[in-house]
């Protein structure tokens, strides 16, 4: 079995991705429900976006929305669901932001695949707004969730 990295298993998985939307929210269990209630009107980013499932939520509340991720598969979703999503390609541990630019940064089991944590997180204090709030979750692994798509690969 091949293993890729995100950019190229996330590129073929895009596709098949948004099949299992009610298994990615299982993760969750509703821990970003109730900041979901504070961002209408705020500018809010979505770190490793994915196809959109927690961007398209935070919309939904309200929210000016950007969504940040490295596979352009992914983001070409979000553009397919709405037009009212700002979309950057872009890494992580490298965000293209100005400094306060965010009132939320919220990521959602994303940092399993970052090289450096410390750099995403000093991201993400960089560029949110003072008195805002920055929400991750993230689960671990004992052993590593393997994804297949159609063609057998794992990001």
């Known amino acids: 079995m091949k293993k890729l990295s995100p950019e190229e298993g996330y590129a073929r ?12 929210d299982s993760f969750e269990h509703g821990c970003f429900d109730p900041y979901l209630k504070m961002i209408e009107g705020k500018e809010v ?13 935070m919309l939904k509340a309200g929210a000016n929305v950007t969504a940040l991720d490295v596979s352009a598969e992914m983001l070409q979703k979000i553009q397919q669901k709405t ?5 950057v390609l872009a890494d992580m541990e490298a965000m293209p932001f100005a400094d306060n630019s ?32 920055v929400c991750i979750l993230n689960i671990h692994y004992r052993k590593p969730l393997i994804l297949r ?5 794992t990001p």
């Open 102 to 133: 965010f009132d939320f940064v919220f990521s959602s089991m994303a940092m399993v695949h970052l090289k450096k944590v410390d750099r995403f997180l000093d991201e993400c204090y960089r560029i949110v707004k003072e008195g805002g709030l």
């Open 13 to 24: 998985y895009a596709f098949e991705y948004d099949d299992k939307e009610k298994y990615w």
């Open 83 to 87: 037009g009212q999503i700002e979309t």
């Open 149 to 153: 798509d159609g063609q057998g690969a």
């Open 45 to 57: 980013l979505d770190a490793g976006a994915g196809t959109g499932r927690l961007s398209m939520k």
